[in-house]
């Protein structure tokens, strides 16, 4: 069993930075890739960035490549979303999830929510013009 707590959500400006943490519960952290996904008002989950297990390789959807980074904290048994050049459209429920990817796993597998075993509660941001 994995539980998982985000925090750093809020309210920033367009253009303006936010960094999200996911701390999990369990010795085994490292075995599992990571994704973040959000939910914005009446539209459905979309996949946003994932991190494997050894945070050797990192995925994005397009609209957030360049701007969002994803790592992780073995140690510390935390995922980090650092958010950068915020628009109002990034504006959504930020959740982290874990998933027990199979070895050499595409995007593909990565960006499908019901490939993740364990979500977190979500954590809002909010970007005002």
């Known amino acids: 069993q994995v539980q998982l707590v985000e925090s750093g959500g809020g309210l920033v400006q367009t253009g303006g930075s936010l960094r999200l943490s996911c701390a999990a519960s369990?010795?085994?952290?490292?075995?599992?890739?990571m994704g973040w996904f959000r939910q914005a008002p009446g539209k459905e989950r979309e996949f946003v960035a994932a991190?494997?297990?050894?945070?050797?390789?990192?995925y994005y959807t397009d609209s957030v490549k360049g701007r969002f980074t994803i790592s992780r904290d073995n140690a510390e048994n935390t995922v980090y979303l650092q958010m950068n050049g915020l628009k109002s459209g990034d504006a959504a429920v930020y959740s982290c999830?874990?998933?027990?990817?199979?070895?050499?796993?595409?995007?593909?597998?990565?960006?499908?929510?019901?490939?993740?075993?364990?979500w977190g509660q979500g954590t809002q941001v909010t970007v005002s013009s």
């Open positions: 999830a874990a998933a027990l990817a199979p070895r050499y796993s595409s995007v593909n597998y990565y960006s499908r929510a019901s490939n993740y075993n364990y």
């Open positions: 991190i494997t297990g050894s945070g050797s390789g990192t």
């Open positions: 369990g010795r085994t952290f490292s075995h599992y890739a």
